[in-house]
């Protein structure tokens, strides 16, 4: 069956996405246009087309990245087995062996260009974090847990989850491996809603 317009349109855009990680990851901003097209497979003016520059680019990998981070808040599962997704995927995104080049092609660009390290962080941990703090705001309201401050909250779940896997990445030392990874996300996710189990009413 023939592929229709749109989904050739996607299978681009997720191809320049994806040539342009990697070299990101190897050169930063160093990384032209005309090598995005190349190891994509299309023409420069097919990248322009959907992205008109590489801070665009990269604001689209940070929001690509974000929604695959998020996913699990959209199922209606108790707070661990959601949370428990959720790091899981999270610690994938970055303490991954395959995954890391990615965060070091950041920090390859934040001193370079701060307005597109700047952008990334808004289009994807920083969206990440408000969706999740959203989503902490809602389990509340429903008595499933019991977070004061969901910001704040959304912050610690994420440092509970990674632990040093940024600096890991950064510094290009090995990753926690598969079994151990699995282990955090479900440890954290238990130790979470442990701290912030709803409130027992101790005089009914």
């Known amino acids: 069956m023939a592929r229709r317009r749109g989904q050739i349109d996607e299978k681009k855009s997720e191809a320049i996405l994806d040539a342009a ?13 005309d090598e995005i097209a190349r190891v994509a497979g299309v023409s420069k003016q097919t990248v322009y087309n959907r992205f008109a520059s590489k801070l665009e680019i990269a604001r689209a990998m940070a929001n690509q990245r974000s929604e695959a981070i998020v996913a699990p808040l959209k199922s209606a599962g108790a707070p661990a087995e959601v949370l428990e997704a959720l790091a899981l995927i999270l610690l994938e995104r970055i303490c991954h062996p395959d995954k890391v080049g990615s965060m070091r092609g950041v920090m390859l660009m934040s001193t370079e260009a701060p307005e597109i390290a700047q952008a990334v962080y808004e289009a994807g941990p920083l969206r990440s974090l408000k969706l999740l703090a959203a989503w902490l705001a809602d389990q509340t309201r429903a008595g ?12 610690m779940f994420s440092g509970l989850v ?43």
């Open 21 to 33: 990680a990697t070299l990101f990851a190897d050169k930063g901003l160093a990384a032209s246009m």
């Open 162 to 204: 990674l632990g040093h896997g940024h600096l890991r990445a950064m510094l290009n030392v090995p990753q926690i491996d598969a079994d151990r990874r699995l282990r955090r996300a479900r440890e954290a996710a238990r130790l979470f809603v442990t701290a912030y189990a709803p409130t027992v009413d101790r005089a009914s």
């Open 144 to 155: 499933r847990l019991n977070v004061a401050d969901p910001d704040e909250a959304a912050e």
